[in-house]
């Protein structure tokens, strides 16, 4: 998947997965592929937020604020994830205009 979006470009869950409390995270079940997926609890902070459609530079403030991280760390990380989440059919993109 071309992964480009803008900051305010808005990504949500996917409908197809189905999330479930797994130690500090989340285990994630793609019902169309039957794939588990796992996240730890800053990415299982992030599936919360994404349960609606939310711009990007939404989620990564969430993130800045509630953990102590570096912004361009933050940055990076939370695209990486938003990223891996879109490529593996659980989160969708959508372009700015289309909101």
Same mark, same amino acid.
């Given at each position: 998947?071309?992964?480009?979006?803008?900051?305010?470009?808005?990504?949500?869950?996917?409908?197809?997965? +189905?999330?479930?409390?797994?130690?500090?995270?989340?285990?994630?079940?793609?019902?169309?592929?039957?794939?588990?997926?796992?996240?730890?609890? +800053?990415?299982?902070?992030?599936?919360?937020?994404?349960?609606?459609?939310?711009?990007?530079?939404?989620?990564?403030?969430? +993130? *800045?604020?509630?953990?102590? +991280?570096?912004?361009?760390?933050?940055?990076?990380?939370?695209?990486?994830? *938003?990223?891996?989440?879109?490529?593996?059919? *659980?989160?969708?993109?959508?372009?700015?205009? *289309?909101?």
């Amino acid at each position: 998947m071309d992964w480009n979006p803008s900051d305010h470009d808005r990504v949500s869950a996917s409908e197809d997965a +189905v999330a479930c409390e797994f130690g500090n995270g989340l285990a994630l079940l793609d019902m169309r592929s039957n794939i588990y997926y796992s996240l730890n609890s +800053v990415g299982a902070f992030i599936w919360e937020l994404i349960q609606e459609p939310r711009p990007i530079s939404e989620i990564r403030s969430a +993130v *800045l604020d509630r953990y102590n +991280v570096d912004p361009e760390r933050c940055k990076a990380d939370v695209d990486g994830l *938003l990223k891996g989440l879109a490529d593996a059919g *659980l989160a969708r993109l959508h372009d700015e205009e *289309l909101v």
